[in-house]
């Protein structure tokens, strides 16, 4: 990777060197406020022109093409390629070819990036509570875990989830996760505390009454974490729930959509990318 923002964030987890990610803030390129400066999201009234400058000041970043979803808070996993287009519908993506970058722009949801300790497959999820969520406790992490070839012969899953069943084993996966918006500020209704303890008690503990009825201050990486524990992939890094790792607070760093829209009307996204290293192949 080239020369970058210095703030920008460089996942420290046990990844194969062949694997490179990183993950952006509003650090480069050249949007004007409110999406100052390096917005990369072309869905939320940005200048076409600007957008796409700073996309390309990304891709010049990487030395890798990200390739960008549509996202709509699902768990369809795209399978990218050198020729894949952006605008595919779908809120992860994966990928075996060398010089593609899986790409999720996020500003308060949570990004996850997963490799396998090959290094011969990466991805990347877009999280937020609802693709999180999903239907009857499998959602968009899920989806990513059971898309994993296998690398060797199949063992079975020791999860709960029923979709996970010939594909890499899921204790041999890497994943990490990038910032968001914090359990001081992530305040949710009785809906959302449901959609997660309804098939799993144990979610509960990351959930927090509030003063208010039915209000609850929300651990979004927390019930990713634990998530991902119930995949049985053993090696979880970055976001802990620490302010550090909060898309709200401070303001210079992040992007964030509960923060910015109602007080300036819109929010840029930053940018979570994991790629394979090497000239492009595929």
Not at 246 to 265: E, K, M, N, Q
Request: glycine content about 10%; aromatic content about 6%; hydrophobic content about 45%.
């Amino acid at each position: 990777m080239s020369a970058a923002p210095h703030d920008w964030l460089v996942p420290d987890w046990p990844a194969p060197a062949r694997v490179r990610a990183v993950c952006t803030t509003r650090s480069g390129g050249v949007s004007a406020a409110p999406f100052d400066t390096l917005n990369l999201g072309d869905h939320v009234g940005d200048r076409p022109g600007d957008v796409g400058r700073n996309r390309a000041y990304l891709q010049a970043a990487l030395g890798a093409r990200p390739v960008f979803l549509k996202q709509v808070h699902g768990a369809e996993v795209a399978e990218l390629s050198l020729a894949s287009p952006d605008g595919v519908v779908a809120d992860a993506c994966s990928t075996a070819v060398s010089g593609v970058a899986c790409t999720i722009m996020v500003a308060d949801c949570l990004p996850v990036l997963f490799t396998n300790p090959q290094g011969t497959w990466v991805a990347a999820a877009h999280a937020g509570w609802r693709g999180l969520a999903g239907e009857s406790g499998s959602g968009v992490l899920e989806a990513v875990v059971a898309s994993c070839p296998a690398s060797g012969p199949a063992k079975p899953a020791r999860s709960a989830s029923k979709v996970i069943a010939d594909g890499q084993a899921p204790e041999a996966l890497l994943a990490w996760l990038g910032p968001c918006i914090g359990p001081t500020a992530f305040e949710v209704g009785p809906e959302v505390r449901a959609a997660f303890c309804d098939v799993d008690p144990q979610a509960a503990r990351h959930f927090t009454p509030q003063p208010a009825p039915g209000k609850y201050l929300a651990d979004l990486a927390g019930l990713a974490r634990q998530r991902l524990q119930r995949l049985g992939v053993a090696s979880v890094t970055g976001n802990d729930g620490t302010a550090a790792w909060c898309t709200v607070a401070p303001a210079s760093r992040f992007f964030s959509h509960r923060r910015d829209t109602a007080r300036l009307g819109s929010s840029g996204r930053f940018a979570a990318c994991v790629w394979i290293d090497g000239a492009p192949s595929g």
